[in-house]
């Protein structure tokens, strides 16, 4: 989260509206809806999500390895051709 962001969010109270704030991303007007008490994230909390994030980084890593490997394996013939005369 970009720090005049944050700074200006966590420093209003619910119902506050504040003035432009301008971050590495544009400019935002801020309005607190709710406010949550702060808790310490336990495993237990989070390990679906870190799960799911390592995955997702594992399969992207991997993506064009795998693709290569499959391509490698078929000879794959384009038998489409040019409708367009030169």
């Known amino acids: 989260m970009d ?3 944050a700074e200006a ?3 209003m109270k619910k119902g ?3 003035a432009p704030v301008k ?3 544009g400019y935002h007007i801020i309005h607190v809806t709710g406010v949550k008490a702060a808790k310490k994230a336990t495993y237990d909390d989070v390990k679906d999500d870190i799960r799911e ?3 997702t980084e594992q399969m992207n890593a ?3 390895t795998w693709l290569q490997g499959l391509e490698a394996d078929y000879k794959i013939e384009n038998t489409l051709t040019s409708t ?3």
Do not use: G, K, L, M
């Open 62 to 64: 991997n993506y064009t």
């Open 3 to 5: 720090e005049n962001f």
């Open 53 to 55: 994030a390592y995955v």
């Open 23 to 25: 971050s590495s991303y």
């Open 9 to 11: 969010a966590f420093s």
């Open 84 to 86: 367009t005369e030169q």
């Open 16 to 18: 506050d509206i504040s």
